[in-house]
């Protein structure tokens, strides 16, 4: 059975997921605002997008 691995989002597509500018997804990331990005590089960076979806999910219900 193939592993599957999870779908990686760079900073551009996080924004156009969110509604936001790129420059404001790279503010949250480092201020935690977001989920914790997976760093490739020296300025690589990539989020999981089941971490996206479990923090929107979060976002929109605070209390579960």
Not at 6 to 30: F, K, N
């Amino acid at each position: 059975m193939p592993t599957v691995l999870p779908e990686l989002m760079s900073p551009g597509q996080v924004a156009e997921l969110l509604g936001v500018e790129v420059p404001t997804v790279l503010a949250w990331g480092r201020t935690g605002r977001l989920p914790e990005p997976l760093k490739l590089g020296a300025k690589t960076i990539r989020w999981r997008e089941t971490d996206l979806k479990a923090w929107l999910k979060k976002e929109e219900c605070p209390e579960a």
